[in-house]
């Protein structure tokens, strides 16, 4: 929905469009990753405060909160799988298609 407002106010061309297309995509790319920045840290502090299992609040060898890793990592697992399960991502194509092709 940017990428068309942006198109329609810019013309669909010129260093405006494309700043805010860039723009657009960096803070999609930021936001996917703060999940596995934060998620284990968040975890422990939860884990310490006794609202999670305690295991998230060891760390692994790389003195990062490897358990949570490993949860958030399969929870996502099962989210993919569940949504393909449904079709999800086949529906969304239409929608993904007038985001990617203006940028």
């Known amino acids: 929905m940017i990428s068309q407002i942006a198109r329609t106010v810019y013309g669909g061309q ?9 723009g657009t995509s960096v803070i999609l790319i930021l936001a996917a990753n703060t999940a596995f920045a ?20 060891f760390r692994g060898s790389r003195l990062v909160f490897s358990r949570g890793i490993i949860a958030l990592a399969v929870l996502a697992s099962l989210l993919i799988i569940f949504l393909i399960h449904h079709n999800f991502f086949s529906k969304m194509i239409p929608y993904l298609n007038s985001f990617f092709t203006f940028v």
Not at 14 to 22: K, M, W
Not at 39 to 57: H, I, K, M, V
């Open 38 to 57: 934060d998620f284990p840290r968040l975890s422990a502090l939860q884990a310490g405060d006794g609202f999670l299992p305690r295991q998230f609040t």
């Open 14 to 22: 010129g260093i405006l469009y494309l700043a805010i297309i860039a």
